[in-house]
């Protein structure tokens, strides 16, 4: 059974930060492009980044670049680093994996696997 599970999130003030992590189970995706997506109440959910499956590319929504940082290593694991966080940054955020090996992920629809989603509330 493949498993994303998801930790980091938490309440943080305005111009915090903090460390998202998804960690992998059940099959290797070091061969996948992943992602980060988020979710507002009441807002369609949003693309923030992605990672090549080799690391060397990264993908980031212009309201998080230059703020947010996607990384991977080698035991499975992903993450996210938010710095300077808003609080528009407050949202469920999910982390997926690409359904299709060593390609980039374009859309949503592309990934295959999700997570159970980690609660970031920012407060002002």
């Known amino acids: 059974q493949v498993q994303l599970v998801e930790s980091g999130g938490g309440l943080v003030q305005a111009g915090g930060s903090l460390r998202l992590s998804c960690a992998a189970s059940?099959?290797?995706?070091?061969?996948?492009?992943m992602g980060w997506i988020r979710q507002a109440p009441g807002k369609e959910r949003e693309f923030v980044a992605a990672i090549s499956w080799s690391g060397r590319a990264t993908y980031y929504a212009i309201s998080v670049k230059g703020r947010f940082t996607i990384s991977r290593d080698y035991k499975n694991t992903v993450y996210l680093q938010m710095n300077s966080l808003k609080p528009e940054d407050t949202a469920v955020y999910y982390c997926?994996?690409?359904?299709?090996?060593?390609?980039?992920?374009?859309?949503?629809?592309?990934?295959?696997?999700w997570g159970q989603g980690t609660q970031v509330t920012v407060s002002s």
């Open positions: 997926a994996a690409d359904r299709r090996m060593r390609t980039w992920p374009l859309r949503l629809t592309d990934f295959g696997s």
């Open positions: 059940g099959r290797s995706f070091s061969n996948y492009a």
